[in-house]
C-alpha cells in the first residue's frame, strides 16, 4: 500500500469512528406494526429491486457480512436469500429512520473495509475469506476483543442483531425453527399424557382449571 493510499486510509478510519460513536442510539429501532410490515413486503420485492439506502459498494459488503452471519447450511439458506439485506435496506431508508441509524451504519462499513486496508491493502469484499474471517473474529466475541477493536464490536453486534431479526422475520427464518403457529390442526386429542403426568394433574383436571368461553 503507497503512502498516499494509508494517508486517505487514516483519515477515513477517523470519519468512521465519529460515525460509530452514534451506535448506541442508531439500532435502538422502535419499530411500529405498519413499519414491520412494510419491511416485511420488502423482502418480498423482486430481485431486480435496487437498494434505496445502500451504495453499490455498500450493498456488497452488506450482502457479504449478513452470510457470514447467517451462511447457508442443511437446514436452510442464507441471510441473503432470505433478503435479509433487502430488509435492513428497507428500515435505513424509511421515513421513520434516524439520521444517527444511517450514519452510524455508514460508519460501521466504512470501519470494516478501512480496517482490512489498514491489514491487508484492500477492502473487505476484495480481501480473501481467510483475511475476512481475520477481521469477523476480532469483533465477534465483545468479552474476547481487544480495546483498540471496541468500535467495530458495537458495529458488528448491532449489524448481527440486524440481520437475526431480519432472517427469522422470513419465511425462511419460521421454517427453520419449525414455527407452526397459526395452522388448523384438526388432529388435537388435548395434552400429552406424559406432560399431564409431570404436572400432576389428570386430563378431567386440565379441563376445569382452563376457562373455556
Not at 75 to 87: D, I, L, M, N, Q
Request: charged fraction near 25%; hydrophobic fraction near 40%.
Amino acid at each position: 500500500m503507497t503512502a498516499p493510499a494509508g494517508k486517505r486510509s487514516t483519515l477515513g478510519r477517523r470519519e468512521a469512528v465519529k460515525a460509530l460513536a452514534l451506535i448506541p442510539l442508531a439500532y435502538s429501532f422502535d419499530l411500529s406494526a405498519p413499519q414491520v410490515a412494510r419491511a416485511s413486503q420488502a423482502m418480498t420485492a423482486p430481485d431486480s429491486a435496487a437498494p434505496k439506502f445502500f451504495k453499490p459498494s455498500e450493498w456488497k459488503t452488506v450482502r457479504m457480512l449478513a452470510d457470514y452471519i447467517i451462511p447457508r447450511d442443511e437446514r436452510s439458506g442464507s441471510a441473503t436469500e432470505a433478503k435479509v439485506p433487502e430488509y435492513i435496506d428497507f428500515l435505513l431508508a424509511d421515513k421513520d429512520a434516524s439520521d444517527s441509524s444511517r450514519i452510524a451504519m455508514r460508519g460501521g462499513l466504512g470501519w470494516i473495509d478501512f480496517e482490512c486496508v489498514e491489514r491487508f491493502g484492500k477492502n473487505f469484499v476484495a480481501s480473501t475469506d481467510a483475511q475476512r474471517r481475520q477481521v469477523l473474529n476480532d469483533i465477534a466475541w465483545p468479552k474476547k476483543a481487544r480495546p483498540e477493536m471496541s468500535h467495530g464490536v458495537a458495529f458488528f453486534n448491532r449489524f448481527r442483531d440486524l440481520t437475526a431479526s431480519g432472517f427469522f422475520s422470513s419465511e425462511m427464518g419460521w421454517k427453520d425453527v419449525r414455527y407452526v403457529g397459526n395452522v388448523f390442526n384438526p388432529g388435537w386429542n388435548g395434552c400429552p399424557r406424559e406432560a399431564l403426568t409431570k404436572l400432576g394433574v389428570t386430563g378431567e383436571e386440565m379441563k376445569t382449571r382452563v376457562p373455556v368461553e
